[in-house]
């Protein structure tokens, strides 16, 4: 059985990776699962254990991290979140390409740190700030102040789009969705 992919889609807050990676779970033939975090939170309502998250006392986070377990982590409002590098490597064993959802500090950890074979790295780029502005006052749920902030953090990432492999404009999530799984099959062939 062929070895995984180990895919980061990243990119600036409101851009739309949450859509199009829901939209790319669809694709069966791209046999992607989606990679499931560790969190120090509570869960939920609704919200399962190894379904949603995988729900952890801040004492085993922290030795995660000491133990080098984890593909990247951050701290947010009081918990920490990251990616557990062991699922990880098990999905990838199984031959499913994993894709990890995920801001660009948690994305440049996993570059700087991943030493393994098969990572694929795309940027999802919004057609332009004034589009992306659009989208964030769109949902609706945020002050203009934190709408300011978003920007400027935005205007930030969308420098680093140099450091991915691939970098994809999401005019429309399923146009978006089309090109990074021709970019992704075009990798499997690859390998």
Do not use: W
């Not at 989208?135 to 609706?140: M, S």
């Amino acid at each position: 059985m062929k070895r995984g992919l180990l895919i980061i889609l990243s990119g600036p807050s409101g851009v739309g990776k949450g859509t199009v990676r829901k939209i790319l779970m669809q694709y069966l033939f791209l046999n992607l699962a989606y990679s499931i975090s560790m969190t120090t939170r509570k869960p939920r309502a609704g919200e399962e254990e190894g379904v949603d998250y995988f729900f952890v006392s801040k004492e085993k986070f922290l030795e995660a991290i000491h133990n080098h377990l984890l593909l990247e982590h951050a701290k947010f409002v009081n918990n920490y979140y990251g990616t557990p590098k062991e699922y990880v490597e098990y999905l990838r064993d199984q031959g499913k390409n994993v894709i990890l959802e995920i801001e660009t500090r948690g994305a440049r950890q996993v570059m700087e740190n991943y030493k393994g074979d098969g990572l694929v790295t795309i940027f999802l780029v919004p057609p332009s700030l004034e589009e992306l502005e659009k989208r964030i006052r769109g949902r609706r749920t945020e002050s203009d102040e934190i709408v300011k902030e978003r920007l400027e953090k935005a205007k930030q990432e969308i420098e680093l789009k140099k450091l991915y492999d691939f970098v994809v404009m999401n005019d429309t999530p399923n146009q978006a969705a089309e090109r990074i799984a021709q970019i992704l099959k075009d990798k499997e062939q690859c390998i």
